[in-house]
């Protein structure tokens, strides 16, 4: 199917577990984004990628491992886990920006939902 | 850096009213984009409606249309003749120098029969 899939949708963990979200998309889009989201803090981004081999901190990324070896895949890992990384976690995709100058929007997956005991 | 007020935390509005969604920003980029984007109970991000810095005209979707206002840093969103579907949260985002988005913290929107 095209589009773009998260797996698994629902993750329990234990502390201190090393736990791996993963997210493959099908536009063959330059840009993937994970973010986190938290009760009254919206949306927040971790990392994100610009192509294979490419990826840079957003604002949350302490505690997060992430690779991007195919343009497909852009899985996030998280080391050691904590209970404060419980969230819903959503993976992202966009386009470069056009020759026009506009920004294109990003397409979400379905999101994660992780719970670390 | 780049930051997004939603001051709404919650509205409750008659269905078929017109609804208008709040969003100030601060950036000091000079080109950007502001998005607005809505999850559903089933928790999925659906684009709305998207709206360049150096666009002239307002952004319209269908029933969606984005009052953007430079100057004021201002970028509501309206919903004309609102649905019970229309029931969700709403977030307002922007994009500017940096890859990613910055989202403001959401409005829950709850269209009433």
């Known amino acids: 199917d095209a589009g773009i899939t998260q797996s698994p949708r629902y993750k329990i963990t234990e502390t201190g577990r090393q736990v791996t979200l993963m997210c493959h998309q099908t536009?063959?889009?330059?840009?993937m984004f994970w973010y986190r989201q938290d009760l009254g803090h919206g949306l927040r981004l971790i990392y994100y990628?610009?192509?294979?081999?490419?990826?840079d901190k957003g604002e949350v990324p302490d505690g997060y491992v992430v690779s991007r070896s195919k343009t497909e895949n852009f899985p996030l890992t998280l080391e050691s886990a904590t209970r404060s990384q419980t969230s819903v976690y959503f993976c992202?995709?966009?386009?470069?920006?056009?020759?026009?100058?506009?920004?294109?929007?990003?397409?979400f997956g379905p999101g994660t939902r992780l719970t670390v005991t | 850096a780049q930051k997004i007020t939603q001051t709404q935390p919650g509205m409750f509005v008659q269905e078929k009213e017109a609804v208008t969604l709040d969003c100030t920003y601060d950036?000091?980029?000079?080109?950007?984009?502001l998005f607005w984007y809505k999850q559903p109970s089933s928790g999925e991000m659906i684009f709305l409606i998207y709206?360049?810095?150096?666009?002239?005209q307002n952004a319209t979707e269908g029933r969606y249309s984005l009052n953007f206002q430079k100057a004021r840093k201002s970028a509501n969103l309206v919903i004309s003749a609102s649905q019970l579907g229309d029931s969700a949260m709403y977030f307002c985002?922007?994009?500017?120098?940096?890859?990613?988005?910055?989202f403001g913290k959401g409005t829950h929107l709850i269209i009433q029969p």
């Open positions: 536009w063959s889009h330059s840009y």
């Open positions: 992202a995709s966009r386009d470069i920006v056009d020759t026009s100058g506009r920004i294109y929007e990003q397409y």
């Open positions: 985002a922007m994009r500017g120098g940096a890859d990613g988005l910055t």
């Open positions: 950036t000091s980029d000079q080109s950007y984009g």
């Open positions: 990628s610009a192509a294979a081999d490419i990826t």
């Open positions: 709206q360049g810095s150096y666009d002239e």
